[in-house]
Nanobody, 123 residues
Framework: QVQLVESGGGLVQPGGSLRLSCAAS????????VGWYRQAPGKQRELVAG?????????KYADAVKGRFTISSDSAKNTVYLQMNSLKIEDTAVYYC???????????????WGQGTQVTVSS
């Protein structure tokens, strides 16, 4: 089972930027899809962005973050990033990294999870 460690969360003002990192314990890019999810208080966990690092493209974004967030990967570092720009108050949540076998879809009940990192957007 792959182990994931997120980092990069913090407090930022509206309109600001953060970059989250998800470091995997082993080489995952040949067989795993990786997604960034978030969960705000009182809300269900939801997919923010997904990538198939070893594939050609395979990017997926939630409508709420299209044009503002970018997911990318670095195979040499076994790391997936989430660049978040033009942050809004409603982006406040705990952000989680998830890895699952390619072809498993993106629902929240599959794969391995990291511990999460808090992102707070506030003035």
């Amino acid at each position: 089972q792959v182990q994931l460690v997120e980092s990069g969360g913090g407090l930022v003002q509206p309109g600001g930027s953060l970059r989250l990192s998800c470091a995997a314990s082993g080489t995952i890019f040949s067989i795993y899809a990786v997604g960034w999810y978030r969960q705000a208080p009182g809300k269900q966990r939801e997919l923010v962005a997904g990538i198939v690092p070893g594939g050609s493209g395979g990017l997926k974004y939630a409508d709420a973050v299209k044009g503002r967030f970018t997911i990318s990967s670095d195979s040499a570092k076994n790391t997936v990033y989430l660049q978040m720009n033009s942050l809004k108050i409603e982006d406040t949540a705990v952000y989680y990294c998830n890895a699952r076998r390619i072809g498993s879809g993106w629902d929240i009940h599959k794969g391995s999870w990291g511990q999460g990192t808090q992102v707070t957007v506030s003035s």
